[in-house]
């Protein structure tokens, strides 16, 4: 069974920079999975983010910005601002009309 | 405006059944793939299922193959879950998402969800 990994939670400093993760739990993490990334506050639907690596969804500020790091799909945020204290959902495309979504990261910002 | 609301969730015991629908609007939804993602209480996403833009093509997590059914009505721009057995684990909200292609061959395919409901919550419950 596919296992898509994600840091449980992550904190950074106002205006800083982070990179959130989103590996699998066997084998690595390529643009042929489509990696997308969501952002969601508390009860509040999913928002796109990134979707094809590194293409930001329109009206996504340039601050989020998407990549592969090595084995791993990552989204990256530089100057960190306050509202973006949020759950951030990565899913990859398995292939055959199927996805799987990483357990989620829950960014502070302090 | 691309909108999509979800409805026909609430309280169902177990071994129960139950239909979700999704009605689209500011696209062509019979262009468009289609999926439902769930999310139980305190915990994250989870992909439920998919069907393609025909309906010819549908895709089911391991966790609802057997048991939810997905489908799509393209003259009314409605796509629908039909949920059978349903357990307490299937307590969630469900949100219906828009995939930006067919889900059919592709050379710059487009494998992720651009637009989502506000979602309709389920509990499965004694």
């Known amino acids: 069974q596919t296992v898509v990994t994600q840091e449980p939670s992550f904190s950074v400093s106002p205006g800083g920079t982070v990179t959130l993760t989103c590996g699998l739990s066997?084998?690595?993490?390529?643009?042929?999975?489509?990696p997308s990334w969501y952002q969601q506050t508390p009860g509040q639907a999913p928002r796109t983010l990134i979707y094809?690596?590194?293409t930001r969804s329109s009206g996504v500020p340039d601050r989020f910005s998407g990549s592969i790091l090595g084995n791993k799909a990552a989204l990256t945020i530089t100057g960190a601002q306050a509202d973006d204290e949020s759950d951030y959902y990565c899913v990859l495309y398995m292939g055959s009309g199927i996805w799987v979504f990483g357990g989620g990261t829950k960014l502070t910002v302090l | 405006e691309v909108q999509l609301v979800e409805s026909g969730g609430g309280l169902v015991q177990p071994g129960g059944s139950l239909r979700l629908s999704c009605a689209a609007s500011g696209f062509t939804f019979s262009s468009y793939a289609m999926s439902w993602v769930r999310q139980a209480p305190g915990k994250g996403l989870e992909w439920v299922s998919a069907i393609s833009d025909g309906g010819g093509g549908t895709y089911y997590a391991d966790s609802v193959k057997g048991r939810f059914t997905i489908s799509r009505d393209n003259s009314k721009n409605t796509l629908y879950l039909q949920m059978n057995s349903l357990r307490a684990e299937d307590t969630a909200v469900y949100y219906c998402?828009?995939?930006?292609?067919?889900?059919?061959?592709?050379?710059?395919?487009?494998?992720?969800?651009?637009?989502w409901g506000q979602g309709t919550p389920l509990t499965v419950s004694s």
């Open positions: 998402a828009k995939v930006p292609d067919s889900l059919g061959h592709c050379t710059d395919c487009l494998r992720y969800f651009d637009y």
């Open positions: 066997s084998g690595s993490v390529s643009t042929n999975y489509h």
């Open positions: 094809s690596t590194n």
